[in-house]
């Protein structure tokens, strides 16, 4: 029982013991996982991959119209985190994942929900852009078409242009949309998958990592995009680079080995950790 | 004296060769802790004399043989009586040379045997025995010169390492060009054979005419035999029943390449994958049997009971099976390129809420087409040349015609045929066999080379 007990303690409020039940080695976070308004809510989260446990009881809301950064060393867990907000662990073989995850109050883990619908809610970027090897258009125009969103040719030919308007990519594109979208450059193809992401009109959008395969002025471009797009989505990145975690996002939870040690406004999680590990990782003595 | 004993002792020279060399490296390096000394590890030193050794005798060796037999002509020849060789035709020389060897060697002589070619005969066995001694000895003394020459050049700052490997090299250069060579070889004896057959029968003939009828009239009041090189019936029977056969293996194999690589979990695709590719190990004469035999009776009995005439062999029985073999061709190249499609393109669908057969359908599929398209050529090219499927089911009877429930023929049948049994090789029909067999050649190539270049365009769109 000691072991809840120092869990419940320093994020007490909103999360009952309940929640937390499953999961038996994880440690305290420090600081406060809820927000005033949020589009998701985590609970108790475990992932297993076969045995092994690779997420251990974390708890942390994701706020309407914020930039959640998700920071730590390489192996903490903090993708397989990002990754069970959308389910796309249901695709890897042997991968359990327990506790309860909301998006607007309705649990996405809940038997009777389809992940299918919900992937257009909670959108993802991945690490490498990974544009299918169709045109431009093409690209943009699968998700709306896939859900039916547009009823005619002008309608989705509004929808593409909205959605690299949004991604800023429309400029450099406009002329082109009919070629392959894997010849564009590393940055234009992730601001695509981008453009790709937002056509579907998510309500989330995850981003893993979205800037670690591009050179500086593309990743300077795609963070600036991240802070226009606050003001339609929630957003959750993971990033290693913890200045464009201090640049794009206004709260940041701090992962080491499957816990959550730390969540914060990311000013304070920079300039005045209150977690050691947090402390360590921030100043560079390791990771 | 054999040539495999001079084998054997090259061999030998060669192990000795090797030992030596390598001693000697050692020893004019100034002992075993100088080593370091050596430009090469003292087994350079070793491979260097051993080729030394060996190669300049063997190809002596190679070449004494080549042209022992050339020469021991000649001079036997020359030393008949010039009365003997007076009026004879070439060919007839020939006979005789052939006789003279004959009665030297013991084996049946096919003429009286005169005192005068029993004479040749004895200077013939006299002569390639001396011939034998000679290059025992010439060999030899090569083989022992190439190691005396490595052995005197042998020392610390010789590039032994370059050398072998340069030796080794020429080596490769050389076997790989005799792969090219063959296949060339090949290719021109098909070529000029098919020239042959060409100044018979004109190429618009063979090419566009519609009856087949190869049988040529040895006496003029021959009947039935009037030699018709019209090579259309063949052509459209092998396309129907290549088509046939695609038309089973190509949904049935790309169907269950999605199903394996997509659905089925992994135990499942363990047991089937192999299971599916053991229909590639049959070998194609027991698919002939089980399409003569089972098949097409089947197909008759079934046509019979429905009222139709089926060819008791038919072009659907053959087909059918010859499908059922290259179903495994078919499957195991989609599912290579089906999974060579980038996990990361899978998930950039699902991220956007795509079910598993949307993104099938609409990703996988289309990225991985060209690969498919490439597989299902090489399928084509591999049906077109099938041979003992529809040598057993498909008939031998050149019907033009487009139902798929008579018999047919096809190009490969009809050179099976042609070539079968006593054949004069100078015949048209003997050489019809040549222009199929180029015609063949030339359309399995066209398809293999699509098929490859459209392969490794694919290829290169994810590398």
Redesign the interface.
Known sequence: MSTMAEVIEPTAGTISAADLASSQHSRATVGDVTVADPRMTCRGVDVWYGAKQAIKGVSLDIGKHEVVSMIGPSGCGKSTFLRCL?R?ND?I?GCRVTGSIKLDDVDIYDAGLDP??????V??V?Q?P?????SIYENIA??PR??GLTNNKAELDDLVETSLRKAGLWEEVKDRLDQPG?GLSGGQQQRL?IA??IA?SPEVILMDEPCSALDPIATAIIEELIDELREHYSIAIVTHSMQQAARVSQRTAYFHLGDLIEVGETNDIFTNPKHKLTEDYITGRFG | MQAWTLVVFLLATMAVAYHLGRKRAIVRAGGASRIKDLHSLPAYYGLYAALWAGLPALLLMGLWVGLQDQILITLVTASLPPEMLEGLSDGRVGLLINDIKNLATGNIVSMDVTPAIQVAAEQYTRLRGIFQWAMWLAVAAVAIGGLSFAWASTEPRMRARNRVEGAVKVMMIVFSSIAILTTLGIVLSVVFESLRFFDQVSPLEFFFGTRWSPQIALRADQVGASGAFGAIPLFTGTLMVSVIAMLVAVPIGLLSAIYLSEYAA?RVRALAKPVIEVLAGIPTVVYGFFAALTVAPFIRSLGASLGLDVASESALAAGLVMGIMIIPFVSSLSDDVINAV?Q????????????QS?TIR??IL??ALPGIVGGVLLAVSRAIGETMIVVMAAGLAANLTANPLDSVTTVTVQIVTLLTGDQEFDSAKTLAAFALGLTLFLVTLSLNVIALTVVRKYRE?YE
């Open positions: 959308n796309m695709t073989d299918v619908p919900l992937r257009a809610q959108g993802m991945f490498k990974n544009p299918f090897p169709k699968y998700g896939i859900h894997t998958c790709r992401t579907v | 992994r980038p990361s393109l899978r998930d950039g669908s699902y991220a956007l809420g795509a079910t949307e609409r990703v289309p990225a769109q």
